[in-house]
């Protein structure tokens, strides 16, 4: 069999990759669906490693046990490549490029009392809001940035380099006390100002662990309530002494703007780095265990089943991967390298060492269920084919609120799950309505949360979802009617500039009586809006 070119390129070459990206494709098809998907660019490096990470992608793909080739995953790769591509192409760029002849001459105070101008005046440019890479886990992050500099030598800068220079080095992996660190220092060395000082707002997205709990999260900004938040600042020259004028003046400037920062950020940061990202948090990182229970080391030689034990600094990861797959976890984690490699960064650096086994623990971790596996004790296989009696999922719940003619709703039910288009995670709450035909049964809250979990734990797009989850509610619980809202946060949309922080997606699926009854409609809906503004 012809192996496609496009996977033996970068570091896919000498890993083995090239013989299980092909498994049950033709491959000599495959190149040249690959060839076309690169043959875009004119830069040849440019296409090289944009070939490099459709290959990984693939890999990656089918270590989940997808097909690569069914509808949803055709573009798959070469989204995800692009995306990753757009998201680090900082590393194309430098300050001297950017700032170019963007300093101005520009005269200051005249007299030798006070400053201003250009001779020793203070410039603060606010809220320059930005997407990044964490370099743990490979997810976006936002970061907002705060700039000062001072000025000498009567000269200022355009105003629009300041943004420039803090987006080319958020287009890189990394971590926030590193970003404010470059970004000082580059921009110190470059414009050569009498100071230069950066503050940022970070907010990490949170995710569910494997016993379900959510990663704890604290933030102020109800844009992103329920995301990790951390700050950090640096400075360079007049600002390297935290207890300095200018540093009281750049705090003041940014309480003018409603921004809440504390000068002694540059050393409370070093303590708070440990919390920034969840999987730094982590002590232990377990998939979720196979047919109801965990096995050990011996049970997953016996079962057929592939482990694979890593240490880190903060986490010890015991992944296992079913064979029948046909890629190891070891193929997995060298085609995470492979992209990390293909944006311009060292795989090999300290603080990205662990990262690739963690990005396929991250997904994994969503995948390894699958139809027929046991959820919350319950044997999915029976699901499907339940039409009516006795089912181990009904039962009578006095906390669960039902209106006259069996109408039951449950609000707000927890859901993330990971996009398939772009590999990357959303998130929100599903709201579920139904008319139950035989009273005072109906599915407890815990069980409602079963169903919506055991969709959610795949790849998968919103409008599958909101439909299987009205189409499993409707088969188990004996309805005469279901009706589906989901209500979710992309980060594929936000970390690509698609929409704007604080935007959601709201789908709908309808079954039986909520087709034809707006009445009900009307009603599910208030329900939804009557719950507590908190939670909303």
Not at 247 to 253: D, L, Q, R, S, T
Not at 307 to 321: D, R
Not at 339 to 365: H, M, Y
Request: charged content about 20%; aromatic content about 8%.
């Amino acid at each position: 069999m012809k192996v496609p070119v496009c996977l033996t390129m970068g570091g896919l070459k000498n890993s083995g990759l090239e013989t299980a990206t092909c498994g049950h494709v033709d491959a000599e098809a495959d190149a040249d669906v690959c060839v076309e998907e690169c043959e875009d660019d004119s830069n040849t490096n440019e296409s090289d490693s944009l070939c490099t990470m459709i290959a990984a992608v693939k890999v990656l793909l089918q270590g989940l046990g997808e097909d690569v080739n069914r509808d949803g995953l055709k573009k798959t790769p070469l989204r995800v490549a692009k995306a990753f591509r757009d998201g680090t192409r900082g590393y194309c760029q430098t300050v001297k490029d950017i700032v170019g002849g963007a300093l101005f001459p520009e005269a200051g105070i005249e007299n030798v009392i006070g400053c201003g101008g250009g001779s020793g005046g203070l410039v603060v440019v606010r809220n320059i809001d930005l997407f990044s890479y964490c370099e743990a886990c490979l997810l976006p992050f936002k970061v907002r940035f705060h700039v000062a500099y001072i000025s000498s030598g009567q000269r200022v800068v355009g105003l629009s380099k300041l943004s420039r220079v803090a987006e080319a080095f958020a287009k890189r992996l990394q971590a926030p006390q590193r970003l404010a660190k470059e970004v000082s220092k580059m921009l110190y060395d470059t414009i050569r100002p009498l100071g230069i000082a950066v503050a940022l707002e970070c907010w990490h997205m949170q995710f569910h662990v494997m016993d379900g709990k959510a990663y704890e999260v604290n933030s102020d900004n109800q844009e992103m309530c329920g995301w990790n938040y951390f700050s950090v600042c640096a400075g360079s020259g007049l600002f390297e002494d935290e207890s300095s004028d200018a540093w009281g003046e750049f705090i003041a400037v940014l309480s003018l703007g409603g921004v809440n920062i504390k000068r002694s950020c540059t050393t409370a940061s070093a303590g708070q780095q440990g919390s920034w990202c969840p999987f730094q948090s982590l002590d232990d990182m377990r998939l979720p265990p196979v047919n109801g229970k965990t096995l050990d080391d011996s049970e997953l030689r016996s079962n057929g089943h592939m482990v694979k034990k890593i240490s880190g600094p903060n986490s010890q990861l015991n992944l296992n991967l079913q064979s029948k797959v046909g890629v190891s976890f070891s193929m997995m984690v060298a085609a995470v390298e492979s992209i990390i490699s293909a944006v311009g960064e060292d795989p090999k650096r300290e603080e990205l060492q662990d990262t690739p086994r963690c990005f396929v623990w991250w997904l994994l971790n969503f995948c390894l269920r699958k139809p027929g596996f046991q959820v919350n004790g319950f044997d999915w296989s029976i699901a499907d084919s339940y039409r009516g009696g006795s089912s181990p999922l009904l039962d009578t719940v006095a906390s669960t609120e039902a209106v006259s003619s069996g109408f039951v709703t449950e609000i707000d039910v927890p859901f993330f799950s990971q996009c398939e288009h772009h590999l990357l995670p959303f998130f929100g709450v599903a709201h579920i309505g139904y008319f139950c035909i035989q009273e005072k049964q109906q599915l407890a809250r815990s069980k409602m949360n079963a169903i919506v979990q055991f969709f959610s734990q795949k790849l998968q797009v919103q409008e599958r979802l909101t439909k299987q989850i009205a189409e499993t509610v409707a088969s188990t619980c004996n309805t005469a009617g279901v009706m589906v809202v989901l209500e979710a946060s992309h980060i594929c949309m936000l970390s690509r500039g698609v929409e704007k922080i604080g935007s959601s997606t709201a789908t709908i699926a309808v079954l039986g009586r909520f087709v034809t009854d707006s009445a009900a409609k009307v009603a599910f809906f208030q329900k939804i809006l009557s719950r507590d503004p908190t939670r909303r």
